[in-house]
């Protein structure tokens, strides 16, 4: 895709919505890492709910692990995965304990190293609580990638290092959500809504679907 192109993608996009952000319900950098290490293979709206029952009662690192596993499993049995996820969440708050006083750390390498945190986990973190111009690719952002032409690649880590070359640095903040929100309700997998998609002119996309009669 051109570059006045993609500053013409990013410009409608911003214009759609001027201030974008995670669906996931937080208040503080640790509920939001708790949230995204929830909502692995999980809908934001299944974690918002589960969350919505969990903070009020626990959301520092020291009253997670005070819950001890089956205790928060209590609380995160309608997520999927929620075992694995319930180990992985208590496993995280004794390192933020013993490693960084109860905090989350604002370092990749650092993020990177807690159980169940990831390059997307640590990437969304860096970007929603700490103001980081990061790109986290999931699936959709993956998807209205390739599709559109933006920043075609094989894997999540060709598109996030195609999508930090190719966005210009004043949409750099925001184009994570901007991406995501486009892939979740419009650039959808099975059906994409391309009639009512504000780009859908600059899209490469082939496969465009038709206004229904």
């Known amino acids: 895709m051109k570059r006045a ?3 013409e ?3 409608r996009l911003r214009e759609l919505n ?3 952000t995670t669906e996931l319900a937080y208040s503080t950098p640790f509920e939001l890492l708790v949230a995204v290490v929830l909502s692995a293979q999980a809908t934001d709206v299944g974690v918002n709910k589960a969350t919505k029952k969990l903070y009020p009662v626990a959301n520092t690192p020291q009253a ?3 819950l001890g596993k089956d205790g928060l499993k209590r609380y995160i049995s309608t997520i999927g995965l929620f075992n694995a996820k319930a180990k992985n969440v208590i496993a995280l708050c004794r390192q933020l ?3 960084h006083d109860g905090d989350v750390p604002r370092d990749r390498e650092a993020l990177e190293a807690l159980p169940g945190v990831g390059r997307k986990t ?5 970007n929603t609580a700490f103001g980081e111009p990061t790109m986290a690719v999931d699936t959709h952002i993956f998807r209205v990638s390739n599709r559109t032409g933006l920043a075609p690649g094989k894997d999540v ?5 195609k999508l930090v070359k190719v966005i210009p640095d004043e949409f750099k903040m925001d184009a994570h959500h901007w991406l995501i929100l486009h892939g979740r309700y419009v650039c959808k997998a099975r059906k994409p809504a391309c009639p009512q998609c504000v780009i859908r002119d600059l899209c490469r996309f082939k496969d465009k679907t038709m206004e229904e009669r």
């Open 64 to 66: 997670i692990f005070n």
């Open 9 to 11: 993608l990013f410009t």
């Open 18 to 20: 001027p201030h974008p």
């Open 122 to 126: 640590a990437n969304v973190v860096l």
């Open 97 to 99: 304990i013993d490693q």
């Open 5 to 7: 192109d993609v500053i």
């Open 157 to 161: 880590r060709a598109v996030e290092d």
